[in-house]
């Protein structure tokens, strides 16, 4: 079979590319390229992410847009971005995160998307286009659609969190860079004193990465002490369903959760 490979000349018309059965948008390749050559799914034409200006990344005034070509590398360099170091580089080995993109992420299947899953608990918007406009959706109702056909997304915003209110934790069974048995992240504000706006989501504990309300409830308004981490524990895997493959079964990710959240949320360090 043969495969095209087009240029769009801006974001709009490879929107419009991409909605033709078959076309898919060719980021970082980690994934697409895999599947072209293997036919997971249907691809007969990738377009290029070159000369769209997807690449740049702008920190301004507490205000964070990273745009959905910049790489895995890019972020775990960047000093700006110190608090997402962790969670960039939990993905692959240097090779893949040389190439791996967050766009990318956003549409990977289980158990990947450990990106992803720090974004949502920064409560991150997609800004994206589709073949008519540009829309801004909260990344937690744009994940569960995803990937849409005709839709190619420009970037990711979010407030800045300050570097000890953020936390992200990625369990592997092959370390330092297999798949993920799960990951958290947690977005832990404290204002006088106790939590404010707490953000937690998960990796591999559904098809894809997803919030926890009932922890983020659990947490909301109170200390950071021992009484609030054990109430959230205690409601740590309601909502979850994860799978089972090679990196873990179900029941072993539903048994681990609790442990992992609670290593968390108490700082005990790398997990
Ligand atoms: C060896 C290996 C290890 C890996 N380890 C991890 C890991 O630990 N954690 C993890 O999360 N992932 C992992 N991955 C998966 C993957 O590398 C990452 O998820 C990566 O971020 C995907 O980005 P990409 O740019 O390579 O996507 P691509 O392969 O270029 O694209 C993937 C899909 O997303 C679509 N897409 C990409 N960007 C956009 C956009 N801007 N708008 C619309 N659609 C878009 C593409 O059309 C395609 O359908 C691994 C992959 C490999 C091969």
Redesign the pocket.
């Not at 898919?24 to 895999?34: K, M, P, Q, S």
């Not at 990947?112 to 990106?115: A, I, K, L, N, V």
């Given at each position: 079979m043969t495969l095209d490979i087009v240029r769009a000349e801006d974001v709009r018309a490879a929107a419009r590319l991409s909605a033709n059965e078959g076309t898919?948008?060719?980021?970082?390749?980690?994934?697409?390229?895999?599947v072209a050559k293997t036919g997971g799914f249907p691809v007969k034409r990738m377009i290029l992410a070159e000369g769209l200006a997807?690449d740049t990344v702008s920190v301004d005034g507490g205000k964070v847009e990273i745009g959905?070509a910049v790489t895995m590398t890019t972020i775990a360099n960047d000093p700006r971005l110190v608090f997402l170091k962790r969670a960039a580089e939990?993905?692959?080995g240097p090779a893949?995160r040389n190439?791996?993109?967050v766009?990318?992420?956003l549409?990977?299947r289980y158990p990947?998307?450990?990106?992803a899953v720090a974004l949502l608990a920064l409560d991150a918007e997609v800004v994206a286009e589709d073949v008519e406009s540009s829309t801004t959706a909260p990344l937690a109702s744009f994940l569960p659609d995803a990937?849409r056909q005709g839709?190619?997304?420009r970037s990711v915003r979010f407030a800045a969190p300050s570097a000890s209110a953020f936390r992200f934790a990625k369990v592997t069974r092959k370390h330092p860079?297999g798949?993920?048995v799960l990951s958290i992240a947690a977005r832990l504000a404290e204002e006088h004193g106790t939590i404010s706006g707490a953000r937690v989501a998960y990796g591999a504990m559904s098809e894809r990465p997803m919030r926890s309300t009932a922890v983020e409830s659990a947490l909301e308004g109170r200390p950071l002490d021992a009484d609030t981490v054990a109430g959230a524990v205690n409601v740590a895997t309601e909502g979850c369903s994860p799978q089972t493959d090679p990196q873990a079964s179900a029941w072993y990710r539903m048994a681990v959760l609790p442990v992992h959240l609670r290593r968390l949320l108490s700082n005990e360090g790398k997990i």
């Open positions: 898919h948008f060719l980021a970082g390749g980690t994934i697409l390229v895999r997807l959905a939990s993905i692959g893949i190439m791996a993109t766009g990318g992420n549409f990977a990947y998307g450990d990106f990937p839709v190619i997304v860079h798949a993920s």
